[in-house]
């Protein structure tokens, strides 16, 4: 199924992982989708919920506010030591990535979504491979030939259980509405 996906849709997979990994969340999940895809600010289907006031920023505040920033950030938190902020004067400091933990090495493995033994990689939600799923059944759909962006954000609001589209939701967008765009945006 990913070599149908777009260098645009693969970056927006990649880019979940590193916003689940920077939010610390043990799991990829159809939140981080959602932020994966907001940071592709060029594409048209991105487009359609920036335009509409959800940028990636306001979409990751919500997901802070629903999720938290892991485990080691609540409990920071709970004695007065903001994770965040120290994060960002570390990386100002010494580079984006600077308290990153080391790329293990690790063998080669079929599929995105194995993530058993894999070190530094968070395991796909049920809810996150579902919409990656049906980002495929929309492609189909709409006969493209392909899996773009827009597919993928199809796919989180088709799955429409999952925290990426709460997100959206609560930012009070209408599913219906928001489809209608991207489809129009991805044709």
């Known amino acids: 199924m990913f070599e149908r996906f777009t260098e645009e849709a693969r970056r927006v997979v990649g880019q979940a992982g590193r916003e689940s990994a920077q939010l610390r969340h043990g799991h990829v999940g159809t939140e981080h989708l959602l932020l994966g895809i907001l940071t592709e600010t060029a594409d048209p289907a991105a487009g359609v919920l920036i335009e509409a006031g959800l940028d990636?920023?306001?979409?990751?505040?919500?997901?802070?506010?629903?999720?938290?920033?892991?485990d080691d950030a609540q409990a920071l938190a709970s004695i007065g030591v903001d994770l965040e902020a120290v994060r960002e004067a570390v990386e100002s400091a010494f580079?984006?990535?600077?308290?990153?933990?080391?790329?293990?090495?690790?063998?080669?493995?079929?599929g995105w979504f194995r993530s058993e033994g894999r070190v530094g990689r968070s395991p796909f939600t049920a809810r996150a491979r579902k919409a990656v799923e049906l980002s495929l059944r929309e492609s189909?759909?709409?006969?493209?030939?392909?899996?773009?962006?827009?597919?993928?954000?199809?796919?989180?609001?088709?799955?429409?259980?999952?925290?990426?589209?709460?997100?959206i939701a609560d930012h009070g967008l209408d599913f219906a509405a928001v489809r209608r765009a991207v489809e129009v945006a991805i044709e």
Request: charged residues 25%; hydrophobic residues 40%; glycine residues 16%.
């Open 95 to 110: 580079g984006a990535g600077a308290l990153d933990p080391p790329p293990a090495e690790e063998p080669r493995r079929r």
């Open 56 to 70: 990636h920023a306001t979409a990751r505040e919500a997901v802070r506010r629903l999720l938290g920033t892991g």
């Open 140 to 167: 189909l759909r709409l006969k493209s030939g392909h899996i773009a962006v827009g597919h993928l954000l199809l796919g989180v609001l088709r799955e429409g259980e999952g925290l990426g589209a709460r997100v």
